[in-house]
């Protein structure tokens, strides 16, 4: 007998290339380092051993902050928010996590969309992995479909990411994510940030 399929109720995942990130990966790496020793203590919250920054730098115009707001404009602008449409960062900070570290599973409350832009990776330097929201709800579900069912349909209890350098990712601020322990010999540098979205129809 045949059937159909449909999908509902997508997690949307965005991953969009930086313009030009080859000429400025060294100058953002610099940046990085440089904010690392003005602050060396930095902030504890999902990093296990790594080094996090403050997240202020949206607050001022900077190597980091120009980037990622010049190509979330541009990613914006082509045909993805409906007219009247807008978004504001909130936080932006920095990652370093050095071998052995890596990120506790956590969420980013209190704002729509949160992103991580992956500056420096190497093999093995640590995956980003996504929890499904309906890993609980649907677990028995999930765990009887075949391996080629779960691969066409992207229905997983987890999904991991390769960090590809001069990408960056944005997905649900309430989607539950890490980062596996760096296994490389090398630093993992990476910035995130939260969005606010601007619509017509709301107010935040």
Same mark, same amino acid.
């Given at each position: 007998? !045949?059937?159909?399929?449909?999908?509902?109720?997508?997690?949307?995942?965005? +991953?969009?290339?930086?313009?030009?990130?080859?000429?400025?990966?060294? +100058?953002?790496?610099?940046?990085?380092?440089?904010? @690392?020793? #003005?602050? $060396?203590?930095?902030?504890?919250?999902?990093?296990?051993?790594?080094? @996090?920054?403050?997240?202020?730098?949206?607050? %001022?115009?900077? &190597?980091?902050?120009?980037?990622?707001?010049?190509?979330?404009?541009?990613?914006?602008?082509?045909?993805?928010? *409906?007219?009247?449409? !807008?978004?504001?960062?909130?936080?932006?900070?920095?990652?370093?996590?050095?071998?052995?570290?890596?990120?506790?599973?956590?969420?980013?409350? %209190?704002?729509?969309?949160?992103?991580?832009?992956?500056?420096?990776?190497?093999?093995?330097? !640590? %995956?980003?992995?996504?929890?499904?929201?309906? *890993?609980?709800?649907?677990?028995? +579900?999930?765990?009887?479909?075949?391996? +080629?069912? #779960?691969?066409?349909?992207?229905?997983?209890? *987890?999904?991991?990411?390769? $960090?590809?350098?001069?990408? &960056?990712?944005?997905?649900?601020?309430?989607?539950?994510?890490?980062?596996?322990?760096?296994?490389?010999?090398?630093? #993992?540098?990476?910035?995130?940030?939260?969005?606010?979205?601007?619509?017509?129809?709301?107010?935040?």
């Amino acid at each position: 007998m !045949g059937g159909d399929m449909k999908l509902l109720f997508p997690s949307v995942i965005h +991953e969009i290339k930086v313009k030009n990130f080859r000429s400025i990966k060294q +100058e953002l790496i610099d940046y990085v380092y440089d904010q @690392q020793q #003005r602050d $060396p203590k930095g902030l504890n919250f999902s990093n296990m051993g790594g080094w @996090q920054s403050q997240p202020i730098y949206f607050k %001022n115009k900077n &190597i980091l902050s120009s980037t990622v707001i010049e190509t979330l404009e541009s990613y914006f602008d082509n045909d993805v928010l *409906s007219e009247g449409g !807008g978004f504001d960062i909130n936080g932006l900070w920095m990652n370093i996590n050095k071998k052995g570290d890596y990120n506790a599973t956590h969420d980013h409350p %209190n704002c729509h969309l949160a992103g991580v832009f992956w500056i420096k990776s190497s093999k093995g330097c !640590g %995956n980003f992995e996504c929890q499904s929201p309906h *890993s609980f709800s649907s677990g028995a +579900e999930i765990s009887v479909y075949t391996d +080629e069912f #779960r691969e066409k349909t992207n229905c997983y209890g *987890s999904y991991g990411f390769l $960090p590809i350098e001069g990408t &960056i990712m944005l997905f649900p601020a309430s989607l539950n994510h890490r980062v596996t322990s760096n296994q490389s010999d090398e630093d #993992r540098i990476s910035s995130s940030f939260n969005i606010m979205l601007r619509s017509p129809h709301f107010r935040a």
